[in-house]
């Protein structure tokens, strides 16, 4: 089986040919500030991405013959977890969709290069806004405010397959909590198979992270918010893009952090370690969630690399189960993944509506 897995991130559209669970091109099409400046919104680089697509496996002698095209999901309504079929629905719900984000152009792209390939099938998997949280987990203190769920799905879910994997076990066979350490941090309570609490990590609760505030105390938002000195576009780019060690430090850059940190500048140590104490606040919390009961925790995501990070999140959380560290993400692997469930008939698409 021949996959194409497209992942269209802020600034690059990640690419890959898959024969089977092989990779046969993985790239990496970066896109630079002056080239996305010239399109006033997310929607407006249909085309550009699309061809740049195209050109990519033209240059690599790669022709347009695939049994499936899958893509990270768009962030449209909360769903469960699993594979979906992109449909007209789908396209309708990007089109009114509350967040925007480069994703949402990915289930397009796919679904517009399958139609032009005989038996092709077009498909999303674990989209960030998969919802599967208890009813109670969804209320807040205020009945018009609800919690929702905005997580890395995709990658949590992968991992959580892969620890099993390596244990002999199935993914739902465990009690897990998963932690996810990248520009967003999500951490998530995965009760045998089905993730029960998370944070929605893309806008406003949780630990703070590199790019994003995290909770923050309300009152001094809300008084933040009328005091006339912002916009509503500039707070809502405090609480994603530019809050978190951004705001901080003025860098996203884990690695320059780390360095600075490590050189002896106190005050880059005090700011990870404030994070590092907040993620660990987080994964205590879905402990709570479990009732204790906790097989492992397992971290993953870029900043897993950090040996810092990784031993000093394990010092404040290693009584609750053992801990594993998967660094980096899979989400390419993932998603060439759940098309290979479909097309070998393990799994069936979950109807999109």
């Given at each position: 089986m021949r996959i194409l897995v497209i992942n269209p991130g802020s600034t690059s559209t990640k690419t890959a040919v898959f024969d089977d669970e092989k990779a046969v091109m993985v790239k990496n099409i970066h896109h630079s500030p002056e080239e996305l400046k010239q399109f006033p919104n997310i929607p407006d680089q249909f085309d550009?991405?699309?061809?740049?697509?195209?050109?990519?496996?033209?240059a690599m002698n790669i022709p347009i013959k695939f049994d499936a095209i899958i893509s990270r999901g768009p962030l449209t309504k909360p769903m469960k977890g699993g594979v979906y079929e992109v449909n007209d629905v789908m396209e309708d719900d990007i089109r009114k969709s509350?967040?925007?984000?480069?994703?949402?152009?990915g289930c397009v792209i796919a679904r517009q290069i399958a139609a032009t390939i005989p038996g092709c099938r077009s498909f999303i998997a674990d989209p960030a806004v998969v919802d599967e949280l208890n009813d109670y987990a969804r209320i807040s203190g205020l009945p018009q405010l609800k919690r929702i769920s905005i997580w890395h799905a995709l990658n949590q879910r992968a991992i959580a397959r892969r620890f099993a994997r390596?244990?002999?076990?199935?993914?739902?066979?465990?009690?897990?909590?998963?932690?996810?350490?990248g520009?967003?941090?999500?951490?998530?309570?995965?009760?045998?198979?089905?993730?029960?609490?998370?944070?929605?990590?893309?806008d406003g609760e949780g630990p703070f992270s590199p790019e994003r505030a995290g909770s923050l105390p309300a009152g001094d938002l809300v008084r933040m918010c009328f005091s006339g000195k912002y916009t509503q576009e500039q707070v809502l780019k405090m609480l994603?893009?530019?809050?978190?060690?951004?705001?901080?430090?003025?860098?996203?850059?884990?690695?320059?952090?780390?360095?600075?940190?490590h050189e002896g500048d106190e005050h880059f140590k005090l700011i990870v370690d404030?994070?590092?104490?907040h993620v660990a606040k987080a994964i205590a919390a879905e402990g709570a969630v479990l009732c204790g009961k906790v097989d492992a925790v397992i971290f993953t995501g870029g900043m897993a690399r950090s040996k810092y990070l990784i031993d000093e999140l394990t010092k404040r959380?290693?009584?609750l189960a053992p801990t594993f560290n998967y660094p980096g993400e899979d989400?390419?692997?993932?998603?060439?993944?759940?098309?290979l469930m479909v097309l070998r008939g393990e799994v069936e698409p979950e109807p999109y509506v």
């Open positions: 550009f991405r699309k061809q740049n697509i195209l050109k990519e496996l033209e509350l967040h925007h984000h480069a994703t949402d152009l390596e244990h002999g076990k199935k993914y739902e066979d465990y009690n897990l909590i998963i932690c996810h350490l520009g967003g941090i999500s951490v998530a309570a995965h009760d045998h198979g089905r993730a029960v609490d998370t944070n929605n990590c893309l994603a893009g530019k809050g978190g060690l951004t705001a901080h430090l003025n860098t996203n850059n884990f690695l320059e952090i780390e360095t600075k940190m404030a994070m590092v104490y959380v290693g009584y989400e390419m692997e993932a998603l060439a993944e759940n098309a």
